[in-house]
């Protein structure tokens, strides 16, 4: 990296003591309130900050957390990454993560949805990594063929490799804008979002997964060099090995990020099989899939903020004699909007004990009780252990699934296990 201007370098260290005040006071992580002091002192400090990096910038619906910590984790074999791999996905957490580490040449930052197109003309990224794009916070966000479109139109104008799943027909769209592309058959289980051809808006055909294409304009899949099987749970590269992934982090969706992963990471120079080895040393990403013993009860903790979230988090549910805890609040991460709970099907809980808690409790009820799914309602998780203690002394598990703040409660009332 170059020397930064003498005015970024006083921006840098005063976002830093903010960070570290925050945190010494109990407010958070620092991440947001250092980037916003920093960007008062220097408007253009996340250009100055990106200068000489190879960055790689992770962006999609779903799974970006989890994939931003993956790469991380492989490009560690390099040395020290610079990465918001918690989380803080807008530019004042991008100006945090690379405030915090000046010296490293990698580093990789989540990248909210919205904030993609204005992050890539500031970064000036070498990689930009897509996955998916399906409905989520509609009072905060455009609609997501919007975005997509954005997105394409900002990839046009840079000179960035991007690194994409090729079955999401939004992200192969937004991808085959860019002057050079990664292929990844990295899976589709939402499709309510992409029946339509982004192009010229005609119905996609389907007829073999993960194949896609429109008759009307022609736009199909691109050609992938990577791919993963999740029956085998096998992971195809482009020299034709075959490499068993056996990671501990659970799911399709799991296995789907790692593909992107090990891509990315081959393209920084990395082997696929070294970067395996490395990412199977992750059990939990930021809370998500940590299971914490209370009570005599392991409750295992996931995040779902949306309905493809949803299902992939049902797809990953112990069997059905163990009960679920369902929450969800409808604050400014959350996005006030909650009709999107009519998008998913709860149907697949009626064979197991259902509860349902948070702020927006008897919306989610109301949503059960159309699809026919028994609840009982509770306040606190504690609540639902003494509960279930009670009435059955030898349960062993529970399964919780919550919005993002949601989610956020529930783990600092377990003291925010990583």
Same mark, same amino acid.
């Given at each position: 990296?170059?020397?930064?201007?003498?005015?970024?370098?006083?921006?840098?260290?005063?976002?830093?003591? @903010?960070?570290?005040?925050?945190?010494?006071?109990? &407010?958070?992580?620092?991440?947001?309130?250092?980037?916003?002091?920093?960007?008062?002192?220097?408007?253009?400090?996340?250009?100055?900050?990106?200068?000489?990096?190879?960055?790689?910038?992770?962006?999609?619906?779903?799974?970006?957390?989890?994939?931003?910590?993956?790469?991380? *984790?492989?490009?560690?074999?390099?040395? !020290?990454?610079?990465?918001?791999?918690?989380?803080?996905?807008?530019?004042?957490?991008?100006?945090?993560?690379?405030? #915090?580490?000046?010296?490293?040449?990698?580093?990789?930052?989540?990248?909210?949805?919205?904030?993609?197109?204005?992050?890539?003309?500031?970064?000036?990224?070498?990689?930009?990594?897509?996955?998916?794009?399906?409905?989520?916070?509609?009072?905060?966000?455009? %609609?997501?063929?919007?975005?997509?479109?954005?997105?394409?139109?900002?990839?046009? *104008?840079?000179?960035?490799?991007?690194?994409?799943?090729?079955?999401?027909?939004?992200?192969?769209?937004?991808?085959?804008?860019?002057?050079?592309?990664?292929?990844?058959?990295?899976?589709? &289980?939402?499709?309510?979002?992409?029946?339509?051809?982004?192009?010229?808006?005609?119905?996609?055909?389907?007829?073999? #997964?993960?194949?896609?294409?429109?008759?009307?304009?022609?736009?199909?899949?691109?050609?992938?060099?990577?791919?993963? !099987?999740?029956?085998?749970?096998?992971?195809?590269?482009?020299?034709?090995?075959?490499?068993?992934?056996?990671?501990?982090?659970?799911? #399709?969706?799991?296995?789907?990020?790692?593909?992107? @992963?090990?891509?990315?990471?081959?393209?920084?120079?990395?082997?696929?099989?070294?970067?395996?080895?490395?990412?199977?040393?992750?059990?939990? =990403?930021?809370?998500?899939?940590?299971? =914490?013993?209370?009570?005599?009860?392991?409750?295992?903790?996931?995040?779902?903020?949306?309905?493809?979230?949803?299902?992939?988090?049902?797809?990953?549910?112990?069997?059905?004699?163990?009960?679920?805890?369902?929450?969800?609040?409808?604050?400014?991460? #959350?996005?006030?909007?909650?009709?999107?709970?009519?998008?998913?099907?709860?149907?697949?809980?009626?064979?197991?004990?259902?509860?349902?808690?948070?702020?927006?409790?008897? !919306?989610?009820?109301?949503?059960?009780?159309? !699809?026919?799914?028994?609840? %009982?309602?509770?306040?606190?998780?504690?609540?639902?252990?003494?509960?279930?203690?009670?009435?059955?002394?030898?349960?062993?598990?529970?399964?919780?699934?919550?919005?993002?703040?949601?989610?956020?409660?529930?783990?600092?009332?377990?003291?925010? =296990?990583?």
């Amino acid at each position: 990296m170059s020397e930064l201007p003498l005015r970024a370098q006083l921006a840098s260290v005063l976002g830093r003591s @903010a960070a570290s005040l925050s945190r010494a006071t109990g &407010r958070g992580d620092g991440s947001v309130i250092g980037g916003r002091v920093a960007l008062k002192v220097e408007p253009d400090l996340l250009a100055k900050l990106a200068q000489g990096r190879r960055l790689a910038l992770v962006s999609a619906t779903n799974g970006k957390t989890t994939t931003t910590r993956l790469i991380a *984790q492989a490009l560690r074999e390099f040395g !020290d990454v610079a990465t918001n791999e918690y989380g803080a996905n807008m530019p004042t957490g991008h100006i945090t993560a690379l405030s #915090d580490n000046k010296s490293a040449v990698n580093g990789v930052l989540e990248v909210d949805e919205k904030y993609l197109p204005q992050v890539i003309k500031a970064t000036n990224p070498t990689f930009v990594v897509l996955m998916n794009l399906s409905r989520d916070q509609m009072d905060r966000a455009s %609609e997501i063929n919007l975005l997509a479109k954005k997105w394409r139109t900002t990839l046009a *104008q840079s000179n960035t490799h991007v690194i994409a799943n090729a079955d999401d027909p939004l992200v192969a769209w937004a991808g085959l804008g860019a002057p050079n592309a990664t292929w990844v058959s990295a899976g589709q &289980r939402w499709k309510e979002d992409s029946w339509c051809c982004p192009e010229c808006g005609g119905h996609l055909k389907r007829d073999v #997964d993960p194949h896609w294409e429109c008759p009307e304009c022609g736009l199909a899949r691109p050609r992938t060099t990577w791919s993963v !099987d999740n029956e085998s749970d096998t992971l195809s590269t482009p020299e034709g090995q075959q490499i068993k992934l056996r990671l501990n982090l659970p799911g #399709d969706a799991n296995r789907s990020n790692a593909a992107i @992963a090990a891509a990315t990471a081959a393209a920084y120079g990395i082997h696929p099989e070294r970067t395996v080895e490395r990412l199977r040393d992750i059990t939990s =990403v930021a809370g998500r899939y940590t299971s =914490v013993v209370t009570m005599g009860v392991e409750v295992r903790l996931l995040l779902a903020k949306n309905p493809a979230g949803w299902l992939e988090s049902f797809a990953v549910l112990d069997p059905p004699r163990v009960p679920v805890i369902l929450a969800v609040n409808a604050q400014v991460p #959350d996005g006030k909007d909650t009709s999107w709970l009519w998008d998913v099907d709860y149907r697949v809980l009626r064979d197991r004990r259902v509860f349902v808690m948070g702020e927006r409790r008897t !919306d989610l009820a109301l949503r059960l009780e159309t !699809d026919e799914v028994p609840f %009982e309602v509770a306040d606190r998780v504690d609540e639902v252990l003494a509960k279930l203690k009670t009435e059955r002394p030898d349960i062993t598990k529970v399964d919780v699934i919550a919005n993002y703040t949601a989610f956020q409660q529930i783990r600092t009332a377990y003291g925010r =296990v990583q």
